[in-house]
């Protein structure tokens, strides 16, 4: 069995990671090490409470002791880092917790690898994949995509860290030997994101007629991936990944924001029973927000032509998946926009 760290696995994509893993793939387990800060959420892992092969650690990556502390006593094989603030709009009011957790919290992690890795004499064996961003490519024109060697060109504090936190990743490929991977992926939705970005947004402000918030003219595009898609990828990246590679995971679906509006507002009038365009009269444009890339787009021949991977979800059944999940799961919802999900953790471990 290989056991893997896996770092923000309360968190919308880890979450999502951890869920497909156990379900498929029994020959892994899990040590989860999360934080919980305002975006991780236990009850995204309710259904495999007590699994045999899951467990959960709240702490933080930047701690390297805690996490030299996991690698020994669990005989960490393997590592997926998601672990990372991620929300532009918070990197633009707070830069410096982007730097801690992004840049100094991979650095912890990389670190306590390399040195247990080198004790046992498995560095040439075990893999440390680190999930990014497409961000780090900075800003597309009308035409083109990202591909592995497009030049990085961050444009905000979060793809800044981010794409420092890459070089780092790759350093210790280059000058220890490390079996490193980095996967970045573009724009991803689907069940447990938390109702801060656009889709979650979006459905949840419908929900309760609230506006429905349109930064500048609408029209900045994203290449979106679904969810589970981009866990499958990922799995097959760590496992079969060329140390030291580079993987762009994308969904092959580029849509304008204020398109993806008007295609939520319209899927749920109908589900709702609301009168069609009734949503659409909720939609109110505000300021810019500043750096707003224009257009980011990846070019995902390189995974499919090395890992025969490609996406199985498009936009169209990802998003009716995604619509009827957080219809489904309005509990879910209601729980993290008014903070009652921090709890769950006291509940679960205070007593045990």
Known sequence: MTTILVTGGAGFIGSNFVLEVLKNHPQYKIINLDLLTYAGNLHNLSSIEGHPQHI??????????????????????GVVHFAAESHVDRSI?????????NVMGTFSLLQEALLYWKETNQ?????????????????????????ESTAYAPNSPYSASKASSDHMVRSYHHTFGMQTLITNCSNNYGPFQFPEKLIPLILNNILHKKPLPVYGDGKNIRDWLYVVDHCQAILEVFQKGEPGGHYNIGGHNEWANI????????????KLGRPLGSSRNLITYVKDRPGHDRRYAIDASYIKQELNWTPKESFETGISKTIDWYLENQKWLEQVTSGAYQDYYTALYQNR
Do not use: W
């Open 259 to 270: 398109d993806i509006v008007h295609l939520l507002c319209d899927q749920m009038d109908s």
């Open 93 to 101: 009011k707070d830069p410096a917790a982007f730097l801690r957790t």
């Open 56 to 77: 959960f650690v709240k702490g933080d990556i930047i701690d390297q002791k805690l996490v030299g502390q996991l690698f020994r006593e669990h005989q960490i094989n």
């Open 123 to 147: 560095l040439d064996k075990n893999r440390f994949l680190h999930v990014s961003t497409d961000e780090v490519y900075g800003s597309l024109g009308p035409t083109g995509y990202f591909t």
